[in-house]
């Protein structure tokens, strides 16, 4: 074995750092996902049926802010509720009545 091939090469380990970087943001990210989620079923379950029908309103609109496709499933899936339900909120006469 040459001396050159025993001493770690430059890029591999920059490689290996890059990766492990990644993989540390990557958990990171699904924690505050997990308590993101957390939070807004519990805004959800405090609030009453008007205040339900605006708070979904209010997240639907900020997720097809980012990205207009499948807005109301990934409001869905935060609040645990079925896309059905995502559509009776937003189209419900208690959110119509109160100014939307």
């Given at each position: 074995?040459?001396?050159?091939?025993?001493?770690?090469?430059?890029?591999?380990?920059?490689?290996?750092?890059?990766?492990?970087?990644?993989r540390a943001t990557?958990?990171?990210?699904?924690?505050?996902?997990?308590?993101?989620?957390?939070q807004a079923i519990?805004?959800?379950?405090?609030?009453?049926?008007?205040?339900?029908?605006?708070?979904?309103?209010?997240?639907?609109?900020?997720?097809?802010?980012?990205?207009?496709?499948?807005?109301?499933?990934?409001?869905?899936?935060?609040?645990?509720?079925?896309?059905?339900?995502?559509?009776?909120?937003?189209?419900?006469?208690?959110?119509?009545?109160?100014?939307?």
């Amino acid at each position: 074995m040459t001396k050159r091939n025993a001493v770690t090469d430059p890029l591999e380990n920059m490689m290996s750092i890059m990766l492990e970087s990644f993989r540390a943001t990557t958990a990171e990210i699904q924690v505050m996902k997990a308590q993101q989620k957390g939070q807004a079923i519990a805004i959800y379950n405090g609030m009453t049926g008007g205040g339900k029908s605006r708070y979904v309103s209010k997240l639907v609109e900020i997720e097809a802010a980012q990205e207009p496709r499948g807005a109301q499933s990934r409001v869905a899936d935060m609040l645990d509720l079925s896309e059905g339900r995502i559509s009776q909120l937003l189209t419900s006469e208690k959110n119509r009545k109160n100014g939307r």
